[in-house]
């Protein structure tokens, strides 16, 4: 397994993914680790990351002297990455200096292919190309470029492997310690040879066998959450395993619930607690009136369906989610609000509340001991890598409120059965579990639904807030749009889209002989691969013509239809 220092890189997660891609599993790890967290992990090798910080800043993060020394020790194989790059080359004896030109973005690599090397079985010197670049085939490869500083003097037996026409060291090996490096990311998508170069060093430089795998990675997790803590032979299932797994023990006497939103996530996680537990296992689902159209019924019947024996218990709370979001007498103190509750965060707070006391009433309902029920997370790993990555606190722009944990009335301890995958992971292993495909590659839904999509309010109009009124008029056009996704081939291109309404906004139009004076609606299409950046849909006009004219007809109160067409950053894919 590979342990991923983070030095603060915006996309030291996307090493993890490159590794994990390989076959190799790994954790990333702020780089101010200590030596117990690193000999506690069993690495087999380290990757260093890039980060914000030039080597010679007051407060540049440095990995301590004693883990140099263990990984010396150990004779532990190393890829510095950017910035992990100078500070082993500044550690380890080279020199690092300020570049005279800033290098960003494109530049073109050339693989030197007379690097001296011991050949595999260390009998003779060769000559060719560094390992990181077996199997690369073009001349020029392609790489991208973010640094101010550069490597100018290479320490005692390191070589350039390759260059650029601005870095010399542009990568660089020591062969006889097994330590590599690259000025360039080459885990981001823009070095399209990145990810065969991280392979290569996890599996030809470290050796990893490439063997993680989401068959066995569901049947350790089974095996765990039965509180099954050894294998058969009877050893632990490895220091590794435990370390990273927070254990929570589900005796024979435990139940778990958990809520299921009919989303990726929530019913992987679900399938596979019932795998282990049956029905000890007490999935709900809590209809807060602001889920997507006959959502409810159709979890329901699908998970029913393809996960035997499961019952998935639906809990109408619309009642109590309409009652606080919408405008109304009264209710002015409540909220400290004039009038209905569109101030996003508050909204957010708002719904992570009544979600709580619909937790709360669900298990009651269900007859449960409370102390002795445990409650199921769908939290992933992105969520964990946010909130230990080197980063620190980083200024809040939206409160996700499944993430971050649960608020301290909620005694339940969590089990969180997904915490170490990525996305497309937790996809995998929903196929792995036989969820069906229309579950696994459903776009996301945010847990406070329709209610963040349904944007701002107007003193005036009856119809303004987030009302069964708006969200009844916005789950038809959503539902229009994705149908109309689904049918012309675009669904499975997009990583998320769906309808906004904005009832605070009325245009005017005409349909036959009336003029009209109705809402807005909105539609969003986006592509990502982990949704913390996302570039807006190039949408065929023809099927945006066909979407626009379907909703303008068959949903009362929307005369017209935009399409957003802004990427995150600057914008975020949700509207609130
Ligand atoms: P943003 O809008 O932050 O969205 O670019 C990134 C991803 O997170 C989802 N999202 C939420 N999910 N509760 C959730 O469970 C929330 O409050 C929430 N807000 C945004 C969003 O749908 C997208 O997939």
Not at 287 to 301: M, P, Y
Not at 440 to 445: D, T, Y
Not at 474 to 500: P, T, W
Not at 555 to 564: H, M, T, W
Request: glycine share 10%; proline share 5%.
């Amino acid at each position: 397994r590979i342990l991923v220092i983070d030095f603060g890189s915006q996309v030291s997660h996307l090493i993890c993914r490159r590794v994990r891609e390989a076959g190799v599993y790994c954790e990333l790890r702020s780089c101010l680790l200590k030596l117990d967290d690193v000999t506690g992990f069993h690495p087999n090798g380290i990757i260093l990351s890039g980060g914000p910080h030039s080597v010679y800043d007051k407060d540049a993060p440095h990995l301590s002297q004693e883990i140099w020394n263990y990984i010396d020790e150990k004779k532990l194989p190393v890829f510095g990455i950017c910035y992990g790059l100078q500070e082993m080359c500044h550690t380890l004896g080279g020199k690092v200096e300020p570049g005279v030109k800033r290098e960003f973005g494109h530049a073109d690599l050339l693989i030197r292919e007379d690097v001296a090397h011991l050949s595999a079985d260390g009998s003779k010197r060769i000559k060719g190309r560094s390992p990181i670049f077996e199997g690369i085939s073009t001349e020029k490869v392609p790489v991208w470029m973010s640094h101010g500083d550069k490597v100018t003097q290479l320490p005692p037996g390191f070589t350039s492997i390759a260059y650029t026409s601005n870095t010399e060291f542009a990568a660089v090996e020591d062969q006889a310690r097994h330590i590599y490096g690259v000025q360039f990311h080459p885990e981001v998508t823009h070095t399209p040879s990145g990810a065969t170069m991280i392979k290569n060093f996890v599996l030809k430089v470290v050796g990893c066998k490439g063997e993680w795998n989401m068959h066995d990675f569901c049947q350790k997790q089974i095996d765990i959450i039965m509180n099954k803590l050894e294998d058969e032979s009877g050893d632990e299932f490895g220091a590794d395993f435990l370390f990273w797994q927070r254990v929570v023990d589900v005796g024979v006497d435990k139940y778990v619930v958990g809520a299921v939103s009919g989303g990726v996530d929530s019913s992987v996680a679900a399938a596979l607690v019932h795998k282990a537990i049956g029905d000890r296992f007490r999935p709900f689902m809590v209809d807060t009136g602001l889920l997507r159209k006959d959502e409810a019924k159709i979890v329901k019947e699908r998970l029913e369906k393809h996960i035997p024996g499961m019952k998935l218990k639906v809990l109408d709370a619309s009642g109590d989610f309409y009652k606080e979001l919408v405008r109304g007498p009264g209710l002015e103190g409540l909220h400290g609000l004039h009038a209905g509750v569109e101030e996003p965060e508050k909204k957010r707070k708002i719904i992570g509340r009544l979600f709580v006391e619909a937790f709360e009433k669900a298990v009651s309902e269900m007859g449960l001991p409370h102390e002795r029920c445990l409650l199921l997370q769908g939290t992933l790993y992105p969520d964990v890598i946010e909130s230990t990555s080197y980063k620190g606190p980083s200024s809040v722009i939206k409160t996700h409120h499944n993430v971050g944990g649960l608020p301290d009335r909620m005694k339940m301890e969590v089990i969180e059965p997904l915490r170490l995958l990525f996305k497309d992971e937790v996809r995998a292993l929903g196929n792995e579990l036989g969820l069906p495909v229309t579950s696994v590659m459903r776009h996301p839904f945010p847990g406070p639904g329709l209610g963040i999509r349904i944007i701002g309010e107007v003193d005036s109009h009856p119809c303004s807030e987030v009302t069964k009124e708006s969200a009844d008029t916005l789950s038809l056009a959503d539902d229009i749009y994705i149908e109309e996704l689904r049918k012309n081939g675009h669904y499975d291109k997009i990583g998320q889209a769906f309808a906004v309404l904005l009832p605070t906004v009325r245009s005017v139009g005409v349909m036959g002989d009336h003029r009209t004076y109705e809402n807005v609606c909105v539609l969003r299409a986006v592509t990502t691969t982990d949704f913390m950046t996302a570039d807006w849909y190039d949408m065929p006009h023809d099927v945006l013509a066909r979407i626009s004219n379907r909703i303008i007809n068959e949903v009362k109160g929307i005369n017209r239809v935009c399409y957003d067409v802004s990427s995150k950053p600057p914008a975020t894919i949700e509207w609130e």
